[in-house]
C-alpha cells in the first residue's frame, strides 16, 4: 500500500513539476522580417507575457485556447509608459485602446509607438532583441520594433512598429514606410496654331525654336506620416544641359492642400506663391533658393514642409514653377536637350538621414533646314540669298532671323527650328537667274508624352524634294533658280497689246505675201 501510495505521488509531483515548467518558460514567436532590402530592426518588449495551462495537459502540444496569458510592464519602460498612458491610467489598458482604424493606417497607435520610441533614444535604453535580420524566435509579448537600416540617399525611409505577438506562433513584420514623389514636366507649343503656351498641357516632352522661353514644372507630394518627423525637409535638385539656360529670376513655389488640386493646373496668376524668385531674396523663413552659376542647375530647399494645422494632413504637394531659355548650344535632332530632377527628402523621423527619389526626365527637341541652291543642270549656284518666314497663330508669316546669303555660299542652314508653317523666300537673286517662287512648307513632329527618357518618335514634312534625317533632326533640300527670258503674264497690258500687234502684223504679213505671189502667176 505505502508502495502504491508513493507511486501515485511521485506521478503527481512529475504533472505538476510539467505544467509548472510549461508555464514558467515564455512562449515565443519564430518572427520573419518581410523585406527584399535588408533592414535591420531594435525590438523593445514594452510587455512581457506569463502563460498557465486551463486545459487538462495532453501530450507536448496545447491550443492557444489552452492558456491564461497575463501581461506585465518591462520595468526598463515602465516611466515612459507610465508618462505617455497618463500618471492615473493604467499603462496595459492604455495600450490596449490603441488601433490603427484611419485611412493611411497610422491611426492612434503610430504617433504613440513614436512618442514613446523617441523617449528610448533619450534615455540611451538597450533593445532586448538587438539587430534583427531574415527570421528568428522572441518571446511574446508587446513589442516595439524600431528599423535602424542605413537608408541614406535612398529611395526609401525607416518604419516603425509596434505589435502584440500574443499566441503568434509565427509572425512577418512587413516594413510600412511612405514616400514623397516627385513629377517632372515640361509645355510645348506649335506657333503657328497654339495662342498661348499656357493653354496646353504638361508632358515628357516638347520641341521649341532656339531663343524660346520654355516652362517646366516640379511637383512634390509629401507622405502622410510626414507629421511624425520633428522638421520634414524636401529639397529640389534640378539640372539642365547646356542647351538649356535657367531664368533665376522665374522660379516660384506654389503650395496646394493634394495633388490633385496641383494637377488641375489652376492659373498661376490666381494663385499666391509660397515663393517668389523675382522679388529678389533667394532665402526666406522655409525656403532657400541657389541657383548655380551658369543657370544651367539649382536647388531649392523647403525646412518646414509641414506646420501649424498641415502638420496633420500630410499629402500636401508643392509645385516649383520656373523658365528656361533653348539657345545656341542646343543640341538638334533626336539626342534632344534632357532637363532631369531629383527630390531629396527626410527619411528618419530620428536622426538628420535623407533619401532620394529616382531622377524625372523630361526633353526638349530642336531641328534644323538646310537649302541648296542649285541651278537648272542641279549644280552648286553661288550668288544667292534666303529669308525664313514662320506663319504664326493669326495666320501671318514673320521672318525667322535675317537673311542668309553670301557671294560663295551655295548652302544656307536655319538651326534650332520648331515644328510648324514655314515659307522660304529668295530675297537675293543671282545674276543672270530668275527669281526662283516662294516656297510654302511645314515640319512635324512627334515626341513622347509621357516616357521615363522620351524620344522623338518620327518628323515630317519639310521641302517636296527633300530629305529628312531624324537623328540629326535635318530637313534637306534643293532648290534651283532658271536662267532665261521671261516675260511677266499680269499686270503688264501694254506689253500684251504689243505683243498682240505684232502677233496680227506678222500674219497679214503673210497673207499679203502670199497673195502677191498668185498674182504674179496671173500677170505672166
Known amino acids: 500500500m505505502r508502495k502504491l501510495t508513493s507511486v501515485l505521488l511521485i506521478m503527481i509531483m512529475v504533472l505538476c513539476m510539467g505544467t509548472t515548467v510549461f508555464a514558467d518558460e515564455p512562449p515565443t514567436t519564430n518572427l520573419t522580417i518581410n523585406n527584399s532590402d535588408g533592414r535591420t530592426y531594435n525590438g523593445y518588449q514594452l510587455l512581457t507575457l506569463t502563460t498557465s495551462l486551463k486545459c487538462d495537459h495532453e501530450g ?3 491550443s492557444t485556447d489552452c492558456y ?6 518591462n520595468p526598463k519602460y515602465e516611466d515612459i509608459l507610465q508618462a505617455q498612458a497618463g500618471e492615473n491610467n493604467d499603462i496595459i489598458e492604455y495600450l490596449n485602446g490603441l488601433g490603427s482604424d484611419t485611412a493611411d493606417g497610422y491611426g492612434t497607435l503610430r504617433p504613440v509607438a513614436d512618442s514613446i520610441y523617441r523617449a528610448i533614444l533619450a534615455g540611451d535604453i538597450e533593445p532586448d532583441a538587438k539587430e534583427l535580420q531574415g527570421s528568428g524566435n522572441i518571446n511574446q509579448g508587446y513589442w516595439l520594433f524600431a528599423d535602424i537600416t542605413d537608408l541614406d540617399e535612398e529611395n526609401n525611409a525607416n518604419s516603425l512598429v509596434m505589435v502584440n505577438t500574443k ?11 511612405a514616400l514623397p514623389q516627385l513629377e517632372k514636366k515640361v509645355k510645348d507649343i506649335d506657333d503657328s496654331t497654339d495662342d498661348a503656351i499656357a493653354d496646353n498641357a504638361w508632358a515628357d516632352s516638347a520641341d521649341h525654336d532656339k531663343g524660346d522661353t520654355v516652362p517646366f514644372k516640379l ?21 539642365m544641359e547646356n542647351g538649356l539656360t535657367l531664368d533665376p529670376a522665374s522660379v516660384k513655389v506654389y503650395k496646394y492642400e493634394t495633388k490633385t488640386a496641383a ?4 492659373p498661376l496668376t490666381s494663385v499666391t506663391p509660397l515663393f517668389d524668385a523675382s522679388e529678389g531674396n533667394y532665402t526666406t523663413a522655409d525656403v532657400t533658393y541657389a541657383p548655380a552659376a551658369g543657370n544651367h542647375a539649382f536647388e531649392l530647399t523647403l525646412t518646414n514642409v509641414l506646420t501649424g494645422t498641415d502638420a496633420a494632413e500630410g499629402d500636401n504637394a508643392f509645385v516649383v514653377y520656373y523658365e528656361a531659355t533653348l539657345n545656341e548650344n542646343a543640341v538638334m535632332g ?25 531622377e524625372d526626365k523630361v526633353k526638349v527637341f530642336t531641328y534644323q533646314l538646310k537649302i541648296n ?3 537648272d543642270k542641279s549644280q552648286p549656284l553661288p550668288g544667292a540669298g534666303f529669308t525664313l518666314y514662320k506663319k504664326n497663330a493669326a495666320g501671318t508669316y514673320v521672318a525667322v532671323g535675317s537673311e542668309v546669303t553670301g557671294e560663295d555660299v551655295t548652302s544656307f542652314i536655319w538651326d534650332r527650328l520648331d515644328d510648324g508653317d514655314y515659307k522660304l523666300v529668295e530675297t537675293t537673286v543671282p545674276a543672270g537667274y530668275n527669281k526662283m ?6 515640319i512635324s513632329a512627334t515626341h513622347d508624352a509621357d516616357a521615363a527618357d522620351p524620344a522623338l518618335i518620327s518628323l515630317s514634312g519639310g521641302l517636296a524634294s527633300g530629305t529628312i534625317d531624324t537623328g540629326k533632326g535635318l530637313f534637306e533640300a534643293p532648290v534651283t533658280n532658271y536662267t532665261g527670258t521671261v516675260l511677266p503674264s499680269t499686270g503688264a497690258q501694254g506689253t500684251m497689246m504689243l505683243i498682240g500687234g505684232g502677233s496680227v502684223l506678222i500674219v497679214l504679213a503673210a497673207v499679203f505675201m502670199i497673195t502677191r505671189k498668185k498674182m504674179s502667176i496671173y500677170e505672166d
Open 263 to 266: 494637377d488641375a493646373d489652376i
Open 437 to 442: 517662287d516662294d516656297v510654302e512648307f511645314t
Open 219 to 239: 511637383t512634390a507630394t509629401v507622405p502622410a506620416n510626414a507629421s511624425n518627423y520633428g522638421t520634414y525637409t524636401m529639397i529640389f535638385h534640378d539640372t
Open 167 to 177: 499566441g503568434q506562433d509565427t509572425l512577418t513584420i512587413t516594413p510600412k514606410t
Open 68 to 73: 491564461n496569458y497575463a501581461y506585465t510592464v
Open 60 to 62: 507536448d502540444t496545447h
Open 334 to 358: 533626336s539626342a534632344g536637350n534632357s532637363n532631369t530632377a531629383y527630390l531629396e527628402f527626410s527619411n528618419n523621423p530620428y536622426t538628420d538621414g535623407t533619401g532620394k527619389t529616382p
Open 373 to 375: 541652291k542649285v541651278d
